[in-house]
């Protein structure tokens, strides 16, 4: 082993001496940095054979050219490839041309004449496919200089007809990306061909590609041709009959782009009549498109099949009897008709009889088929979407139930009939499918109602063990529409048994009835009795308040009565009880009942509910003039402006209680009003003007007061949504006035200069930064704080620092509150920990040393890109705390502006003698850097982001923003 | 013509006993060589002598291909190798031959221990017998001798279940064995690539039948097992230890996992293990989703499914059991049969396709009483469930993979005869390709039109290329000048001149001369001025030189004018062309046959 170790270090020495030989010649160019060109002139002109020149060149691509010495390095490159000899160097000059023609801020107009002359005396195909290439970039790079296109377009025409297949290829290229859109459309009577001399089509010519011997070629003519109707080019719809051929290619890239053709041509021609082969029928184009392509459903490629089924879904103008194909399939045994299972379990639906299966022979085969109508190679659409949904590869399950949700969402006939297909893909063996196609059924639940054998192998489901797949099927109730009362009592059932089972659901499995007794008060009527087990002589026991079952069912109920006012009537008295009871602690799944003799207890709530938009448009108003009461305090130090602020305040806070819809607006006023609040208070010390020594007890307050602002204003800025540049520049504004203060305050106290110079200077270039940053901003700021002290900023600026701090104390003191303007939506960011739920009284024991996974489970609203914001701290009890970062794949996303965080924590300590409590709550970490706001971006500020300060640039810091919870746990010493 | 030559042996419009000869190329090969479950006699393995009377069937065959381990595919192959006697290549893919022999064996016991037959073959043979093969891979090409090569394709059914493409040159022939076209819960779907065959020979079980989707067959299963076990019922499944039993097993084990169900499933033992076992190893030939999974967990590590004792069957309480042979006519399955016939909450399901004269065959006609041996009769109370779950392609499918492969010709077996009628007009009526279903013993014969491959020498298809337009057409076939030479079994096309060279000739020129009168006062001189501004003006893009000797040269035509002696307005133009440029003078001579217009200069 030693030996071999010893080997291992020699070969590695030797090798180190080789590397300064072969990196003499790039060192001699990072030397001579002024022109790059003249060292790789020297170099070039050094190497004595091609091998060398390729090195030198290989060794050159590695760096980056600057944009002002491109244009001498392309001309050194394009002497020497003159000269050179060799395909291989040749070959690596051309692609460093279109390497170096990338360069940002350089024209390459200046070489497309070299370029092409280049071409023309090219012999080798390999390196007339690269110049192409080269050419291409070019092209790109010049998309407003339609002579150079033309010319282009030229060089491409001429070596269409190479005879190496990479030419041809790139030819195509350059005509699908450079061909000119605006070329006269061929005459409808000439058709292609007639167009001679002058301005060729560029159409016709890429399409007769579309036979070209190589598949490659094959394939770039349709890329081509794609490429020109994504450009904007009207592509002829004799294109049609072209493609369709190809769709039976041998070769699967050509199939492939085929597919894209022709879906490409079924959106711009759908209402066409084209001919049926073999027949004299005509059918529209979309219709003969969608048939085509489902027959592609079944090819042998499966990158085919994904392509053919993906286009299926976007075609929505084909007709409906052409749809409904796609999911025939006539079944037939030894020649005689068969009904397949889900016309059959309609059958039994409709007859009034459920239970599938067990007579005998109820599949039995029915009438004789006539041999001749049996169409077995389904011509056309014929059962595409049942080939689809049986393949082998998953990816292309997946696309096809996509599909069928995009067909279905715009046809209600069809989201009826592709239901058995969707529900029968709730036992597909990979979870994703099923996961794909709860959700596509959730998405087209408006069109359908469940029948009771299609509910039941929903409702199996729900014993999946799969969390994600359940609460999609939760989700999916909520929106569904069932048909009879057996239905729900059936779907109650399975809930609680899947409640049971899995105790964890229970948030989704309550929310779920919610949406399930709501949507079906007529049905849940008749069957309350049996739900409340209640009986018309006997008093029955009174259930357990906290058994979570009992809660599902009073939620069902309590949801179907709100819309069904008989339903009270049946209650009995603890049932009353517990919905007071319930209507407090799970107020978002209790909805307010107007129960007899309980009216004027709740009337706050349902005045609430049943005025609906008119009361928030009450409170916004009610808010509103609240702000304005406040905007009538001229001064900080005026008398009464504490109280009002105060009362504000409170009232802020009601409202934001009563009125969710506004919660988020009035939190942020309150927030705000409270910062001013503290300011004011910390500004009307009466001992301002004392002594230093004496008001050492005033200072600690103000210091404090100070510290908090500022941390309330990282909070305005961070926690809530929807902030526009003017709010921003406002809290910009309050965190300034604090910073302000503090630097007062440090000028009391501490009595060293330098820390006073360096602090008024940072304080300086703060209020810099704040005026280049809120620019715009700057007019609305009139008299306040910023203002008055931009007036004096010339005199600041020279000051010294005793100075600048009296001059910042009287305007701080006599600077006017600034009036807050609200935007349109505001939203506070708030988590709430559903898991673990901190009532558990047995600790979560483990050895020392040893990790313990904790499972988190947590709702969060209205946090913008959580992956890189949100972050989990624990607390242990001596003080300890640690920060982990959920992996991005933790957060699911169930709503718009909602995530969800199923993670896990590890935990671990030192033996403890007794079981103690961790805190465990979410952490919101913002930086001032990346919060600027996008209006500021457009100042232009942007540019000179460098010389910024980077005292300012970044302040990093994390918000708690959701309740802790404590968490029992027990480290164990470990045994030996 | 060439030709190819098929005979079934059996499983010529008939299921069981599949073997197939094949002739091609001069090549003899035989597909598949199984036995017939329905038969305990002579009829149970193909007639060896039809081949070959009394002599050795190396000295015949070229090599025996096996598609799959069922003994309708295998089961005659140590009595083929061992008894009547080859010594040749024997190939199948690794999962056949892992799995083949231990099905053989138990066949032999059966037979042998358990019947106490005589004269048949022993272990040592099997064993024998399996030292001859070959195994394959799929997609690998694999050289049998120099001309003869195999290659393998993936057919669903079962695992390691193969179509096999034979080519000989140009000829070929795919031979399907078994196949399934969709993919169920263990196995993926059969897939071939274009090869365009000669003869494609397809299975042809499920001619008439289209099937339901998979997903409403697993879920009436499923129900029905799960009723029956909820009633306290037992659930039979009779299985043939490998293939559908995994797919089964598969599909009780995640529901079983999935509903948290309790009742006991049990497999009779033996043979399952070892067969779980070799599924296990060949993952690469399972589903996506086992293939993908595996590393997590293999799926054919089964926690609910347990071995079956025989003391199990008396057990109260729900169960299911999976027991072998899948045609209830022997074993294990037909003894557990008999005990449960009795009750009614009992049930049977019968996963698969069941030979006539066996006793799945009766029940499933609705026979309720069964005559066993000894006279005693059974009374059948139990429920008797049919589920289709063989793997065999469905019509569509069969339709589904002709599109795939592209056969010129087609050639049903493995199958009834009324139905393979019926998928034979399909077939004819949708392809518009020749199809035939030969009984067994009957040779169907097949014309090829094999493409015969020539060298052409470089520099004259170049020269042919330039020729031509810009665009080369594959499309359109093109008539090029060119001398074939045929020497020491090659051909080569070369241009005529390196021909000539290469044959020591010389070269011949070959001119026509012809003599064209013409009404025209002017003088000589002047008509062939004539001559020459009407040609320029007919013949746009022609060189047309009018030379000092008095002639006129349009490419290499030469005309001359010389008036006739006895009328000097008559003129005798003489145009000769050599025979490279037939077309072009011919058309000159009828051009100026017509005369020459008036006006000219």
């Known amino acids: 082993m030693a030996a071999h170790l010893k080997k291992r270090v020699y070969e590695e020495f030797s090798k180190v001496v080789q590397i300064p030989h072969e990196e003499a010649p790039a060192k001699k160019l990072r030397l001579s940095k002024l022109s790059k060109s003249a060292a790789l002139h020297i170099d070039l002109c050094k190497a004595t054979n091609s091998t060398d020149a390729l090195q030198y060149l290989l060794q050159f691509a590695r760096k980056p050219v600057e944009a002002e010495s491109v244009e001498g390095v392309i001309r050194i490159l394009l002497e020497h490839y003159y000269k050179e000899t060799d395909n291989s160097v040749r070959l690596k000059i051309a692609s460093l041309l279109g390497l170096l023609s990338k360069t940002s801020s350089f024209s390459p107009d200046c070489i497309v004449d070299d370029a092409i002359n280049t071409l023309s005396n090219e012999n080798s195909h390999q390196v007339l496919a690269q110049l192409l290439d080269t050419l291409l970039v070019i092209g790109a790079q010049l998309p407003e200089s339609p002579a150079v296109r033309l010319r282009l377009v030229e060089v491409a025409y001429k070596h269409l007809s190479d005879t190496y297949f990479g030419v041809r290829n790139k030819c195509l290229q350059l005509l699908g990306c450079l061909g000119l859109v605006d070329t006269p459309l061929g005459k409808d009577g000439e058709g292609p061909g007639s167009s001679q001399g002058g301005v060729r089509d560029v159409q016709s010519i890429i399409s007769n590609y579309f036979a070209d011997q190589d598949p490659r070629v094959r394939t770039a003519a349709l890329k081509a041709m794609l490429q020109l109707h994504e450009r904007g080019m009207k592509i002829h719809q004799i294109i049609y009959e072209q493609a369709c051929r190809l769709l039976s290619d041998d070769y699967e890239q050509v199939r492939s782009a085929a597919v894209q053709m022709v879906w490409v041509l079924s959106q711009l021609y759908p209402e066409s009549i084209v001919p049926i082969p073999s027949s004299n029928e005509e059918i529209r184009l979309v219709d003969d498109a969608f048939g085509k392509i489902s027959h592609m459903v079944s090819d042998g490629s499966w990158m085919v099949r994904v392509q053919a089924t993906k286009t299926l879904g976007s075609m929505l103008q084909v007709s409906p009897h052409f749809l ?88 209600p006939s069809f989201a009826e009939k592709c239901l058995d297909f969707l529900v029968d893909m709730f036992n597909d063996e990979i979870e994703e499918v099923r996961l794909e196609s709860i959700h596509v059924l959730r998405e087209i639940s408006t069109h359908i109602t469940l029948r009771e054998d299609q509910l039941d192998t929903v409702l199996a489901v729900l014993e999946d063990s799969s969390r994600d797949i359940r609460e999609a099927l939760h989700e999916l109730l909520c929106y569904t529409n069932v048909s009879t009362k057996e239905c729900i009592q059936l779907a109650l059932l399975e809930l609680l048994k899947n409640l049971n089972k899995y105790p964890t659901d229970r948030n989704s499995v309550w929310k779920c009835l919610k949406f399930l007794g709501s949507r079906h008060p007529t049905l849940v009527l008749p069957l309350v009795p049996e739900l409340l087990s209640t009986h018309p002589y006997f008093d029955t026991p009174e259930p357990d308040m906290d058994d979570p079952a009992y809660i599902a069912v009073l939620v069902l109920v309590f949801n179907a009565a709100k819309s069904c006012p008989t339903m009270p009537a049946l209650f009995s008295d603890h049932t009353f009880r517990h919905y007071a009871y319930l209507r407090d602690s799970l107020s978002h799944l209790v909805p307010p009942l107007r129960l007899p003799g309980r009216k ?73 009003l409270r910062c001013q609040l503290l300011l004011m208070k910390a500004l009307q010390e009466k001992l301002w003007n004392m002594a230093v020594p004496l008001c050492l007890k005033q200072n600690v307050t103000a210091t404090a007061a100070a510290q908090q602002i500022l941390e ?52 300086l270039q703060e209020v810099e930064s704040f005026q280049r940053l809120f620019l715009s901003e700057l007019p609305h700021l009139q008299d306040s704080f910023v203002d008055k002290l931009l007036d004096l900023m010339p005199r600041l600026s020279s000051c010294k620092p005793a100075e600048l701090v009296k001059i910042l104390q009287t305007t701080l003191r006599q600077s006017g509150l600034l009036q807050l303007k609200l935007p349109e939506q505001i939203h506070r960011a708030t988590a709430t920990i559903i898991e673990p739920t901190g009532e558990s009284d047995n600790p979560l024991r483990f050895t020392t040393g040893l990790v313990v996974a904790l499972d988190i489970d947590a709702t969060l609203e209205h946090v913008q890109d959580p992956q890189n914001t949100i972050k989990v701290q624990i607390l242990y009890p001596d003080g300890q705390s640690h920060v982990i970062h959920p992996k991005p794949g933790d957060f699911r996303k169930p709503g718009p502006h909602r995530h969800r965080l199923i993670t896990q924590v590890y935990l671990s300590h030192t033996a403890w003698t007794e079981p103690s409590q961790v805190e465990v709550r979410l952490l919101l970490a913002y930086s001032s850097s990346s919060s600027a706001p996008p209006s500021t971006n457009r100042l232009g500020w942007s540019d000179s982001i460098d010389s910024l300060p980077p005292a300012e640039a970044a302040v990093e810091g994390t918000i708690p923003f959701s309740k802790p919870v404590k968490v029992f746990i027990m480290p164990k010493p470990a045994r030996r | 013509m060439p030709e190819i030559k098929v005979t079934p042996l059996g499983a010529g419009q008939d299921v069981g006993r599949s073997c197939i000869l094949v002739s091609i190329g001069g090549k003899n090969i035989m597909l598949d060589c199984g036995m017939h479950m329905g038969y305990n006699d002579d009829r149970r393995f193909p007639d060896f002598s039809y081949i070959i009377q009394n002599a050795r069937l190396t000295d015949f065959l070229d090599c025996v291909i096996i ?218 030939w399972t589903n996506q989703k086992i293939r993908k999974t595996f590393v997590q967990r293999n799926m054919f590590e089964f926690k609910h499914i347990k071995a079956f004792d025989r003391s199990y069957a008396d057990n109260p309480g729900p169960m299911v059991v999976f027991a072998t042979p899948g045609m209830l006519h022997a074993g294990q399955s037909l003894q557990i049969f008999k005990k449960w016939a009795g009750n009614e909450k009992n049930m049977v399901i019968m996963p698969g396709y069941c030979v006539q004269g066996t006793i799945g065959h009766k029940i499933l006609n609705g026979q309720r009483k069964l005559e066993m041996e000894g006279r005693a009769t059974l009374d059948v109370k139990l429920q008797v469930e049919y589920m ?117 000739l010389n070269e011949h020129q070959l001119r026509f001369t012809c003599r064209v009168q013409l009404q025209d006062p002017h003088s000589d001189a002047d008509t062939l001025h004539r001559i020459y501004t009407h040609l320029k003006n007919v013949l746009k893009g022609y060189t047309i030189q009018h030379l000092p000797d008095s002639t006129v040269m349009v490419e290499s035509i030469v005309i001359k004018v010389s008036s006739s002696a006895e009328d000097s307005n008559t003129k005798v133009l003489l145009l000769s062309w050599s025979y490279q440029d037939e077309d072009l003078g011919s058309y000159l001579s009828s051009l100026l046959k017509k005369g020459l217009p008036p006006g000219l200069c």
């Open chain 2, 67 to 284: 598609s799959h381990f069922h003994l309708d595919h295998c089961g005659a192959l140590p009595y083929m190798s061992e008894m009547v006697g080859y010594d040749g290549p024997i190939y199948m893919t690794h999962p056949t031959k892992a799995i083949c022999p231990i099905l053989l064996e138990d066949f032999r016991k059966i037979t042998v221990d358990k019947k106490g037959e005589t004269n048949f073959f022993t272990s040592q043979m099997i064993k024998d017998c399996m030292k001859k093969v070959i195994p394959l891979n799929l997609h690998q090409t694999v050289q049998v001798d120099d001309e003869l090569e195999i290659k393998a394709y993936y057919a669903g059914h079962v695992l390691g279940a193969a179509m096999v493409h034979i080519k000989v040159g140009s000829e070929s022939v795919v031979y399907t064995g078994d196949y399934n076209m969709t993919p169920d819960r263990h196995l993926g779907a059969a897939w071939i690539d274009k090869c365009r065959p000669d003869i494609l020979i397809s299975e042809s079980t499920y001619a008439t039948t289209i099937r339901d989707s998979k997903r409403c067959r697993e879920r009436d299963f499923l129900k029905k097992v799960h009723e029956s076990i909820e009633r306290g019922g037992k659930v039979l499944i009779p299985v043939f230890a490998l293939g559908r039993a995994q797919e089964l097993c598969i599909l009780l084990e995640t529901f079983w996992e999935r509903m948290n169900l309790k009742a006991p499933i049990y497999f009779s033992t033996g043979l399952t293990e070892k067969a779980n076992h070799y599924y296990k190893l060949f993952i690469t």
């Open chain 1, 600 to 672: 004027q207890v709740y009337s706050l709530d349902s005045v609430d509910s049943s005025s609906g938009s008119g009361s928030v448009e009450s409170a916004q108003l009610f808010l509103q003039q609240s702000l304005n009461r406040v905007g009538t305090i001229q001064n900080l130090e005026s008398p009464g402006a504490q109280d009002l602020l105060n009362f504000t305040i409170r009232d802020l806070q009601r409202l934001g209680e009563l009125q969710t819809e506004l919660a988020g607006a009035a939190d942020f006023c309150a927030t705000y």
């Open chain 2, 388 to 504: 289709s779950f063989s793997a065999h392609a469905d019509a569509k499918g069969i339709m589904q993979l002709i599109r795939m492969a592209e056969p010129r010709n087609m050639l049903l077996v493995h199958g009834e005869a009324v139905k393979m009628e019926f998928l034979k007009g399909k077939i004819e009526q949708e392809f518009s390709i020749d199809c035939y279903m030969p009984a067994n013993g009957e040779t169907t014969t097949v014309t090829t039109n094999p493409s015969v491959p020539v060298d052409m020498s470089l520099s004259l298809l170049k020269r042919e290329m330039a020729l031509g337009g810009p665009l080369p057409d594959p499309k359109k076939p093109r008539t090029m000048h060119g001398t074939l030479i045929m020497k020491e079994n090659s051909l080569k096309l070369v241009s005529s001149e390196q021909a000539l060279k290469e044959l020591g």
């Open chain 1, 712 to 763: 309330e204003t990282y909070k305005l800025e961070f926690l809530y949504s929807g902030l526009e540049s003017r709010q921003v520049a406002t809290i910009h504004h309050v965190r300034l006035q604090a910073k302000a203060l503090q630097l007062i305050l440090t000028a009391r106290t501490r009595q060293g200069l330098d820390l006073l110079i360096s602090s008024c200077e940072k304080f």
């Open chain 1, 324 to 411: 409904e194909q796609t999911l025939d399939k006539k079944l037939m045994s030894d020649l005689r008709r068969k009904r397949t299972a889900h016309e059959r379990a309609k059958e039994l639906f409709a007859s009034g009889e459920f239970s599938s299966g067990r007579k005998w022979a109820d599949d039995a085969p029915k009438e004789k088929l006539d041999t001749n109508t049996v169409n077995l190679i389904a011509s056309g659409a014929c059962g595409g979407f049942v080939h689809g949904l049986e393949d082998e590869m998953f990816e292309v399950r997946i696309a096809a139930v996509e599909a069928l949700c995009q067909l279905a969402r715009s046809s």
